[in-house]
Every structure is written in structure tokens, then in C-alpha cells.
């Protein structure tokens, strides 16, 4: 069964602490592994997609990386405004398979 | 230009009835994608729509179904109503099939079942 695992839960920062997220996925037949951002009370926001191993995608303090079994995302000298949970999902011919995804909280 | 649109934003039903909720896209997006989004689930993929045909359907039960209509608005249905089944429900629109493409999501409604 395809299956994507985020980690940690939840992390909290002090503003400017960089860290890395963690996703690891089992999904057959992946095609892509994207990044998306949900804040309390919205739907999930697109950050990046990634289609192959070694690729690296960057958005302001974000930077995404893609092995063959993990993905990393990367938050860089955060800002409060950065708070949010952050959600990885893989792709394959049949559907999206979300983590369950991490929580990051930054306090100024 | 405007984002997704869902209605209602709020509903409270009793066990066994049945809901209906809608969802507009993004205008040019021909992809529709239904999620389901418990605590304990997390994000669970329902089905999607691709130019008025179900492409793909996730494992959930057949009380569970949907729709695409030719201007690319969706409904999806829940008959008898249980509690589990009570989440946020997410569509999201995509110009392509949603599961290879950016997905541009609603804000949601909330199913209460009492």
C-alpha cells in the first residue's frame, strides 16, 4: 500500500532557527512529490512539486529536495509568518497520498 | 481571479441522512479533486473529475459518490450518514489531472454528524 510518513509532528522554532522536515514515501509508480502549506481554517497552499531524484526547488526561505525514498524540506532563517503545517504528498497513476503532515510553529 | 468556491461552509446533519456539497473551480480548470481531512486521517483522497468523468476513486464506500457537471462545477453526495463521517471537506481544481498537477484548494466545508 502507498504510503507517506512525515516527521516530526510538530516543531517549534525560534525565529531565524533553521530546521528540515522529513518525508518518506513508499509509492509505487511515483510520478511526482509535491509540498503544500495549510494554514488554521484554509485549504492546503501549493509550494513545490518535485519528479525526480536529486532535484531541488526553492521559494523565498523554502527549499525542497528529493531523494529516491525521502524528501526534505528545508526552512531557512524562519519568520513567525512561516507558522503553518506543512504537507508532502506522492503521486502515482491512480491518486495523491498525503502525510499526515508537520507542524511548525516559529516564535519571534 | 477568483479561487475555489465551496457551499456550504458549515453543515450539522443527524446519522442516516444524506448530504449534498458543491464546489466551483477555478474558471479554465477542467480537474476536480474531493478530500476528506480528519485529525486522525489526516488529508484522505475521495475522488476526482477530469471534463465530467471520475478518473480515479479512492477507498472509501459507495455511500460516497460525485458529479461533474459540463461547466466543471462538482457535487459529491454522502448517503446515510455516520458518524465517522464527520471531517473537513476539501475540493480542490487543477488545469490538469490533480494528482500530477498544482491543485488550487478550497477553504472547505465542515460536516458535523450528530
Known amino acids: 500500500e502507498d504510503q507517506v510518513t512525515q516527521s516530526p509532528e510538530a516543531l517549534r522554532l525560534q525565529e531565524g532557527e533553521s530546521s528540515s522536515l522529513n518525508c518518506s514515501y513508499t509509492?509505487?509508480?511515483?510520478?511526482?512529490l509535491f509540498w503544500y502549506r495549510q494554514d488554521p481554517g484554509k485549504g492546503p497552499e501549493f509550494l513545490f512539486t518535485l519528479y525526480s531524484a536529486g532535484e531541488e526547488k526553492e521559494k523565498e526561505r523554502l527549499k525542497a529536495t528529493l531523494t529516491k525514498k525521502e524528501s526534505f524540506l528545508h526552512i531557512t532563517a524562519p519568520k513567525p509568518e512561516d507558522s503553518a503545517t506543512y504537507l508532502c504528498a506522492g503521486s502515482n497513476d491512480y491518486k495523491l497520498s498525503f502525510g499526515a503532515g508537520t507542524t511548525v510553529t516559529v516564535r519571534a | 481571479k477568483a479561487g475555489v468556491t465551496q457551499t456550504p461552509r458549515y453543515l450539522i446533519k443527524t446519522r442516516g441522512q444524506q448530504v449534498t456539497l458543491s464546489c466551483s473551480p477555478i474558471s479554465g480548470h477542467r480537474s476536480v479533486s474531493w478530500y476528506q481531512q480528519t485529525p486522525g486521517q489526516g488529508l484522505q483522497f475521495l475522488f476526482e473529475y477530469f471534463s465530467e468523468t471520475q478518473r480515479n476513486k479512492g477507498n472509501f464506500p459507495g455511500r460516497f459518490s460525485g458529479r461533474q457537471f459540463s461547466n466543471s462545477r462538482s457535487e459529491m453526495n454522502v448517503s446515510t450518514l455516520e458518524l465517522g463521517d464527520s471531517a473537513l471537506y476539501l475540493c480542490?481544481?487543477?488545469?490538469?489531472?490533480?494528482?500530477?498537477?498544482?491543485?488550487?484548494f478550497g477553504p472547505g466545508t465542515r460536516l458535523t454528524v450528530l
Open positions: 480542490a481544481s487543477s488545469k490538469g489531472q490533480g494528482r500530477f498537477n498544482e491543485q488550487f
Open positions: 509509492v509505487s509508480g511515483l510520478r511526482g
